[in-house]
């Protein structure tokens, strides 16, 4: 009788240790900002490499406009950039005082990004581009990303001291490669910024993992 109980008081505290171990990686983990944990197979993460940028569609009501102003065919409305380093990943992007406790330029956790993404709206793309090329391109990204630059409130394309999410990476492209290749996407879309289009142009970007089964 003693070994019964013995044998159930054992396998209740692996239950409850197994319970309190998934409820922490989904509710409280600091790579987890929802509760909603959005998933990448490790399949996946293995495809990924440090220069990949990284498109999701986020929540709320500035999501949506971001979308609805561009002509792209991905309903996306943040991008940012593989940081990948001995098989752990994070991203880099400028995000507003307003949704992140950094205001700028900034270094994220994979996982919490993810989690800041709608169920479904992930897809990561890679520039047609050298090694050589791409990893100069991470290191300005990297720059911008440990200094901090401030969020461009104003959306001003001639201030060069500030960055929107999408003006850090042409910033970071052009000072590479010497001509802009978002200045086809910012003379067709109607508000004068540079949008996520470019990276959806399959004749600079190849498309590395599609979660937009229909798109």
């Known amino acids: 009788m003693r070994n019964i109980r013995k044998i159930?008081?054992?396998?209740?505290?692996?239950?409850?240790?197994?319970?309190?171990?998934?409820?922490?990686?989904v509710l409280w983990d600091p790579e987890n900002t929802k509760q909603v944990y959005y998933p990448m197979s490790k399949q996946e993460k293995g495809l990924l490499h440090?220069?990949?940028?990284?498109?999701?569609?986020?929540?709320?009501?500035?999501?949506?406009?971001?979308?609805?102003?561009q002509d792209g065919y991905l309903p996306v409305s943040h991008c940012a950039m593989i940081i990948a380093d001995s098989g752990k990943y994070q991203v880099a992007h400028s995000l507003s005082s307003s949704v992140a406790e950094i205001d700028g330029?900034?270094?994220?956790?994979?996982?919490?990004?993810?989690?800041?993404?709608?169920?479904?709206?992930?897809?990561?793309?890679?520039?047609?581009?050298?090694s050589d090329t791409i990893r100069s391109i991470v290191d300005q990204v990297k720059n911008y990303a440990n200094r901090h630059i401030p969020f461009d409130h104003d959306f001003s394309n001639s201030d060069t001291t500030r960055y929107y999410c999408t003006e850090m990476f042409q910033h970071a492209f052009y000072n590479v490669?010497?001509?802009?290749?978002?200045?086809?996407?910012?003379?067709?879309?109607?508000?004068?910024?540079?949008?996520?289009?470019?990276f959806q142009d399959t004749s600079l970007f190849r498309r590395i993992i599609n979660h937009q089964k229909n798109n």
């Open 105 to 130: 330029a900034q270094y994220q956790p994979l996982q919490r990004f993810l989690n800041e993404s709608k169920p479904n709206s992930i897809v990561v793309v890679r520039f047609k581009s050298s």
């Open 8 to 25: 159930l008081l054992i396998t209740v505290a692996l239950f409850v240790a197994l319970l309190t171990f998934v409820l922490y990686k």
């Open 177 to 198: 490669l010497g001509y802009d290749i978002f200045a086809e996407g910012l003379s067709q879309n109607s508000m004068g910024l540079y949008d996520l289009t470019t």
């Open 50 to 69: 440090s220069g990949d940028i990284i498109l999701r569609r986020g929540y709320g009501t500035f999501s949506d406009a971001i979308i609805k102003f």
